[in-house]
């Protein structure tokens, strides 16, 4: 286990929280790596659904500085999130650099369709994205 926190930390837990967890990888060989996050592992807590409380993700460790944005359907908000025509919405999307170095100032477009498929563009987004961090 690299590290654990206690729920009681998240006094109380709202829907959708997030936890922010620091790992360091200094004994960790280079290659691909499978983290899991486990979420009341002891079952003390009862829950409607006890089979959905753990996840996975590859972690692909390098020797080498690294670059890498990008985003994700669910990392795109609208607001509102129901709108009616006419009316002004607010778009967002979280950019994240995986990567071990820090990206430029970066753009992002946000198009009304597949801009592959002749979307128009409708907005430009900017950020300087720090190395592995996401902003918002």
Not at 41 to 60: F, M, R
Not at 78 to 100: C, D, H, Q
Request: glycine share 6%.
């Amino acid at each position: 286990m690299l590290g654990s926190i206690q729920l009681s930390e998240l006094n109380p837990i709202e829907a959708q929280s997030s936890i922010l967890a620091y790992i360091n990888l200094t004994n960790v060989s280079p290659g691909e790596h499978v983290f899991f996050a486990v979420v009341d592992p002891d079952n003390s807590i009862q829950e409607i659904n006890e089979t959905n409380n753990k996840a996975s993700i590859v972690l692909n460790v390098g020797t080498e500085s690294t670059l890498d944005l990008f985003t994700r359907r669910e990392d795109i908000t609208f607001i509102p999130e129901y709108p009616t025509v006419g009316e002004m919405v607010r778009i967002r999307a979280a950019l994240t650099n995986s990567g071990n170095e820090s990206a430029a100032t970066s753009y992002i477009y946000f198009y009304n369709g597949n801009p592959s498929s002749g979307g128009k563009r409708i907005s430009i987004g900017s950020a300087a994205v720090p190395r592995r961090k996401v902003c918002m």
